[in-house]
């Protein structure tokens, strides 16, 4: 590769010149010193079309990326830099995800027009997509919602002349336009998947310049610092369940949640997880996720894998519920199945093809495996599981003293940690909810009567 010309293509917006110059400072340290880099703007459709609103059922997935795709697949760039959260689900044949690098603040904020009272005068707000209405919904009843396209200086603009007394962008985009003093607030829940997330694509056959820049992708670093712990809040109301697993954002719809995590997970050396996709990958062609935690430890090993090139394009992806499917969107795996409620493998398997094949299952050392193969059987799938993640049992601490409502086990071994740690809950008067129905019957077992989230 030493004095190449990498012809590098990219929206004409001022925010994706600035997404490029960020793209390439990560780049040159792992390319040739000598490499040189050709720059070439491009609109896409979306670009052209300013008009329609993006929640528009008619707007395709690769409204954002389908004419830089197009002059990649032609030759005439070898790189295309993307805001993640615009890669199409499914990237042309012959394209390829060399890195998702590593992304800014991932959330949506709201800018406030200069002189408008904050929340008494917002009445009209800008928003792009049914994530950002719901939001902003949440943070504003009774507000009016008006679509809003265009880049960001023209957003800007339009609130600035009038048009709107808040509108909703991206806080990556306002921070590397250097107008993050724009922000009034931000948005409470999840934004898009990928937000604030960079990704260079580039040619499948361009195979020394993927391997380069794979070693750049954030997915292979996802465990080299410690992930927060959720800590329970000073105060909640008595309405409050205490919330056993280890990701309470994943479920804001539950009701007020309490942090109380009884289990914690761990994920297995990266190279006996490597040794897993080296041994079934080859040989099937889907992977299901039955947690988020299965989907960070296997993307992390598929980052660092050296078939992952050849296996992406055949596999599909499943998850066994909504925590699941969201975890695998946010690392760049978008489900082609997913069970939308908490029915876990019982409810994902309704949702898939009735064909064979071998489909990859990255566990716990504590998943029922045994009728979790049977029930894909059913399906004529054959289920290949292999250990990712241990799951180990966890003290919180002494029950709080303030009063809750009841608790919510996200699996079995939330129930055996509980009843091990609290024994003299065993008779205790509570609503005892359960996350899936194999975490349902564990509770019943143990003489715990309640109900399963649906």
């Not at 490499?35 to 395709?60: K, W």
């Not at 927060?228 to 056993?244: G, M, R, S, V, Y």
């Not at 009735?354 to 399906?379: I, K, L, N, Q, T």
């Amino acid at each position: 590769m030493g004095g190449r010309v990498l012809r590098v293509a990219a929206r004409p917006s001022p925010l994706s010149r600035v997404q490029v110059a960020e793209a390439l400072a990560a780049l040159r340290p792992v390319i040739p010193a000598d490499t040189e880099f050709e720059l070439i703007y491009l609109e896409t459709p979306g670009d052209r079309d300013r008009v329609t609103p993006l929640a528009d059922p008619s707007v395709p997935d690769d409204f954002f990326t389908r004419d830089l795709d197009q002059l990649l697949l032609s030759r005439g760039a070898d790189l295309a830099v993307h805001s993640a959260k615009d890669l199409p689900r499914r990237l042309p044949p012959g394209l390829e995800v060399a890195a998702l690098l590593p992304g800014l603040d991932p959330r949506d904020a709201l800018v406030v027009r200069p002189g408008v009272e904050w929340p008494a005068q917002v009445r009209v707000v800008g928003s792009s997509t049914p994530r950002r209405d719901a939001a902003v919904r949440s943070l504003l009843p009774g507000v009016e919602l008006r679509p809003i396209r265009g880049n960001i200086e023209q957003r800007l603009a339009a609130l600035d002349r009038g048009e709107y007394d808040a509108i909703v962008v991206a806080a990556c985009a306002l921070i590397r336009l250097g107008l993050a003093d724009r922000i009034h607030c931000n948005l409470p829940g999840n934004a898009a998947p990928l937000q604030g997330h960079l990704a260079v694509v580039a040619r499948e056959d361009d195979l020394d310049l993927i391997r380069s820049l794979r070693t750049l992708d954030f997915r292979r670093r996802l465990f080299d610092e410690i992930p927060p712990t959720h800590t329970p809040p000073l105060d909640w109301p008595p309405e409050a369940i205490l919330f056993t697993g280890t990701h309470p954002e994943h479920f804001p719809h539950l009701g007020p949640l309490v942090p109380w995590p009884m289990i914690r997970l761990e994920p297995v050396p990266l190279d006996r997880r490597l040794a897993e996709l080296d041994r079934h990958l080859p040989s099937c062609n889907a992977v299901a996720f039955a947690s988020a935690f299965a989907a960070r430890t296997f993307a992390h090993a598929w980052a660092h894998w050296s078939g992952a090139l050849r296996a992406l394009p055949r596999l599909r992806i499943y998850a066994a519920g909504p925590a699941a499917g969201d975890a695998a969107e946010r690392l760049g795996f978008a489900p082609d199945a997913i069970a939308h409620d908490f029915g876990g493998i019982a409810s994902l398997v309704r949702e898939l093809p009735s064909r064979g094949g071998g489909c990859f299952y990255p566990a716990s050392d504590r998943s029922p495996v045994d009728e979790r193969r049977r029930v894909m059987a059913e399906r004529g799938i054959e289920l290949r599981p292999a250990i990712f993640y241990h799951t180990r049992d966890h003290y919180p601490g002494p029950l709080p003293n303030r009063p809750f409502a009841g608790v919510m086990f996200t699996s079995p071994s939330t129930v055996e940690a509980w009843l091990r740690y609290y024994p003299a809950e065993r008779g205790a008067r509570r609503r005892w909810m359960a996350i899936g129905p194999t975490t349902l019957r564990a509770m019943r077992e143990a003489g715990l009567e309640g109900e399963m989230i649906e």
